[in-house]
């Protein structure tokens, strides 16, 4: 059982940047495969990245922008998000799974309620 508890969001303006922040509980937090994800309006769910032991991994939409980091101290992991375009423009997710490689969204098992993030032109 995991429960997240999610922070962050707001409005930017194009090339800006923005800190998202999702606390861990309930479970090992070290044990997590904790993942980012997004959803603008009328589209589905997107991968944004995620961080496990091995490393971090990213969409390519947002590699070199975005970077995940994690404190384990803190329970609680980061979506630093620099150069925001206004396609960036989505309500975030932060995801959680105990499963060693995670592919999909369906693969995560606990999330947190959602932060929207708009950035204007």
């Known amino acids: 059982q995991v429960q997240l508890v999610e922070s962050g969001g707001g409005l930017v303006q194009a090339g800006g940047s923005l800190r998202l922040s999702c606390a861990a509980s309930?479970?090992?937090?070290?044990?997590?495969?904790m993942g980012w994800f997004r959803q603008a309006p009328g589209k589905e769910r997107e991968f944004v990245g995620a961080i496990s032991w091995s490393g971090t991994r990213y969409a390519d939409s947002v590699t070199g922008r975005f970077t995940i980091s994690r404190d384990n101290a803190a329970n609680t992991v980061y979506l630093q998000m620099n150069s925001l375009k206004p396609e960036d423009t989505a309500v975030y997710y932060c995801?959680?799974?105990?499963?060693?490689?995670?592919?999909?969204?369906?693969?995560?098992?606990?999330w947190g309620q959602g932060t929207q993030v708009t950035v204007s032109s």
């Open positions: 995801a959680a799974t105990i499963q060693w490689a995670p592919s999909r969204s369906t693969d995560y098992d606990y």
């Open positions: 309930g479970r090992t937090f070290s044990s997590l495969v």
